[in-house]
């Protein structure tokens, strides 16, 4: 490939290859800081490919392409290089991560203890680990969060934080500008902006911790917190889980062993402000 | 070609693994992954002097390939619990038949979908327990489901509704209009039983199988893992009194001898397969050679026009020309569903 970005995230190390310069000069902006992977060895390879040979030069469509490829995958535009590198890396992640149990979720930590928090999209969950992360807890990742199986701890995936629409402004309230990256607008997910996390979350991406609280955010209504049961846990991060059935009873034990450890709380917030005091008052109770 | 011939050559080396420099892994596993042969490149590399990252890496992708057969298995055992009532031969065939023998060759091997092999007049049952044991229809397309039946060696592909996993039923091991006629009532009449009420193909009809599905059968996409294949099977069975003797007078009845040949010479001279009776080395193994080993180090297919005219070659071997264009001008006629605005 003609140009080539690597990096290492958490526990795992990418290698972004592309036909353009533009998606990798992103990245490497983007990832200013950022360690190359461990012992210069990939886990995954991404490439951004044309999606037809002349397709390079004449309307640029970018092909999401790598170790795994999803068939129907649409291409995007060139303008939105740096999404077709993030969703590559999360594709790799879904469906080639093996060590790990899998959870769509985002993270943050505290004295070796973490909140874990999981949502559909919309609800919230990477404007508020972004929010954390800014607010004296580590960010440990706001897409994926990865339960070892062996050692029940969390292991922190703390990419460029994926921002949409609202969570963009509210970020921009609390970090200047030179760690944004650039308006991508019109993009099959609405406008998007990634954020980098702060250093400490980079330096310090590959310390585990110990889960000590799961919350379903959803934003929007007025502040209410309901506990919820160890069965619904299971069930709902079955399905924020991509490799659960892949795991087979590896899985099955990690993810028991979470829910039945773990307090759970559902949140309803109407703003960032009231989850931050949601999530430290459950913290100081529960964790 | 310098990846792929390093990842052939580790393959058949595994202590050249000391030698390579930590920036010539990423491209080897790159590339062992877009072969579907990740977890067999770590079983080879068992014990070998490596890089910590590559290690775990290796051992990822076995414990996954390990996973994956546990799958392969039960999806056996469910295919035999919906088809012992009905007293028919049920030949595994392929990554299960390896791992449920427990074959060397099972290792690593990433198994897809479930193939087995029933004799031909007991099609219809064999379609009818399977559907009411929960397999459905993957494809809906009229034309498709009679190409299938009229002219290939396997029903169309069925998949189980709760468990999401396929399964091809085969009548024999080629489409009856290939020019070799295998003889399918020959492979299921010396398949050998295992213990669990299923059956595998006999060792030298492993081989010849796993040779026309390479030679006689497809455009060689994915041929390095099944290159690999006979490797492993050959060096397991090469020993046994007769071996090579009886491999030939089966690859001669099932009139698959040239296709062996060029596996036994390919096999050899890629993986270092200790194989006799071989032939010599021909001109046309070197087109087959670059066909196999047209991969980067990104995973990317490589030699665009050799694996076109192999492409070309695939259809060529399956059907006579008349039918062929017949099939091409009724898919490429098929109403597409509409596009969107």
């Known amino acids: 490939m003609r140009h080539e970005f690597a990096v290492q995230v958490g526990p795992v190390g990418f290698r972004v290859g592309s036909e353009w310069r533009a998606p990798v000069a992103s990245l490497q902006r983007l990832y200013e800081g950022y360690p190359p992977p461990e012992g210069g060895v990939a886990d995954f390879s991404v490439r951004l490919e044309a999606e037809r040979p002349w397709r390079r030069w004449m309307k640029p469509s970018v092909a999401i392409r790598g170790d795994y490829v999803l068939p129907d995958a649409a291409p995007l535009a060139l303008a939105h290089g740096l999404l077709a590198a993030e969703m590559g890396m999360n594709l790799q992640m879904a469906l080639g991560q093996k060590r790990y149990l899998l959870l769509h979720a985002s993270a943050a930590e505290r004295d070796g203890k973490c909140v874990l928090m999981t949502g559909a999209s919309g609800s919230g969950k990477s404007t508020l680990a972004a929010m954390l992360g800014e607010h004296g807890w580590r960010f440990m990742g706001d897409e994926f969060a990865l339960l070892d199986p062996e050692t029940w701890l969390l292991h922190p995936f ?22 944004f990256g650039p308006w991508l607008k019109g993009t099959p997910k609405g406008t998007l902006r990634h954020l980098r996390p702060r250093q400490d979350a980079i330096a310090r991406m590959g310390e585990p911790a110990r889960p000590a609280l799961i919350l379903f955010p959803t934003y929007g209504a007025d502040t209410a917190v309901r506990p919820v049961g160890a069965a619904e846990v299971f069930v709902r991060l079955t399905q924020a889980s991509t490799n659960y059935v892949t795991l087979g009873e590896r899985g099955f034990g990690a993810l028991s062993h979470l829910v039945t450890e773990v307090p759970a709380r559902a949140i309803d917030y109407p703003d960032g402000k009231a989850a931050m005091e949601a999530v430290e008052a459950l913290w100081a109770e529960l964790s | ?232 099977l050959l060096r397991r069975f090469g020993q046994d009194e007769g071996f090579w003797e009886e491999l030939a007078a089966r690859a001669r009845r099932h009139q698959l001898g040239p296709h062996v040949r060029r596996g036994l010479r390919l096999t050899a001279r890629l993986y270092g397969t200790p194989v006799r009776l071989a032939g010599r080395w021909r001109a046309s193994d070197a087109l087959f050679e670059r066909r196999l080993l047209a991969r980067n180090g990104w995973g990317q297919t490589t030699r665009r026009p050799l694996r076109f005219a192999f492409y070309v070659r695939s259809h060529w071997l399956r059907m006579p020309p008349l039918m062929l264009a017949r099939h091409l001008w009724t898919k490429s006629r098929r109403q597409r569903p509409p596009m969107r605005a």
């Open chain 1, 158 to 179: 703390p990419r460029a934080i994926s921002l949409k629409n609202r969570g963009i402004h509210a970020m921009e309230e609390l970090v200047g500008p030179d760690r």
């Open chain 2, 1 to 232: 070609m310098r990846d792929a011939q390093l990842f052939v050559a580790l393959l058949r080396e595994p202590a050249g693994a000391a030698r390579l420099a930590p920036e010539q892994w990423t491209p080897l596993l790159a590339l062992a992954r877009s072969e579907s042969l990740l977890a067999s490149l770590a079983h080879r590399l068992d014990g070998e002097p490596l890089p910590a990252r590559v290690r775990t890496i290796l051992e990822d992708a076995r414990a996954d390939a390990e996973q994956g057969q546990r799958q392969a298995l039960w999806e056996a055992e469910m295919a035999q619990r919906a088809l012992a009532p009905m007293g028919v031969p049920v030949i595994l065939l392929k990554g299960t038949a390896f791992a449920a023998a427990g074959l060397p060759a099972a290792e690593g091997r990433s198994i897809g979908d479930l193939d087995i092999l029933v004799p031909r007049d007991a099609l219809d049952q064999v379609q009818e327990a399977l559907l009411v044991a929960g397999w459905e229809w993957v494809k809906e397309d009229a034309y498709d489901d009679l190409y299938y039946r009229r002219w290939m060696h396997e029903l169309p592909p069925l998949i189980h509704r709760e468990r999401d996993r396929m399964i091809d039923v085969h009548h024999t091991i080629l489409p009856p209009t290939a020019r070799p006629k295998p003889d399918a009532a020959a492979l299921i009449e010396e398949s050998v039983p295992l213990g669990s009420g299923l059956r595998v193909l006999a060792p030298p009809d492993m081989i010849v199988h796993a040779a026309a599905h390479l030679f006689a059968d497809g455009d060689l996409a994915g041929g390095l893992r099944n290159l690999w294949d006979l490797d492993r």
